[in-house]
């Protein structure tokens, strides 16, 4: 399985990105796929995951402004952020999990500038 990311940059304060992240290989239908993130120095943290029956998570921090959704059909995530703030800068990652197995992809950077 291979987890390919993207959509990341660099925007101002109270802009928005949207992130995509494909999955291929052999995947079971029944999955979890997520995005978390890693800011400098700091450890990974979950930012939201949806399983593929469309229910969804959030961490506290991103609820009301981030949007995570999927398309079964093509195996993809995204994640849709607004109202971004500094505190957001990070390098986020995808995550697809099934069984007991977890994957990530190569991570793609978002930086905000205040």
């Known amino acids: 399985v291979q987890l390919q990311a993207s959509g990341g940059g660099l925007v101002q304060a109270g802009g928005s990105l949207r992130l995509s992240c494909t999955a291929s290989?052999?995947?079971?239908?029944?999955?979890?796929m997520g995005w978390y993130r890693q800011a400098p120095g700091k450890q990974r943290e979950l930012v939201a995951t949806?399983?593929?029956?469309?229910?969804?998570n959030y961490d506290d921090s991103v609820k009301g402004r981030f949007t995570i959704s999927r398309d079964n059909a093509k195996n993809t995530v995204y994640l849709q952020m607004n109202s971004l703030e500094p505190e957001d800068t990070a390098v986020y990652y995808c995550?697809?999990?099934?069984?007991?197995?977890?994957?990530w992809g190569q991570g793609t950077l978002v930086t905000v500038s205040s």
């Open positions: 290989g052999n995947i079971f239908r029944i999955n979890t």
């Open positions: 995550n697809l999990k099934f069984t007991r197995y977890s994957f």
């Open positions: 949806i399983t593929s029956g469309r229910n969804t």
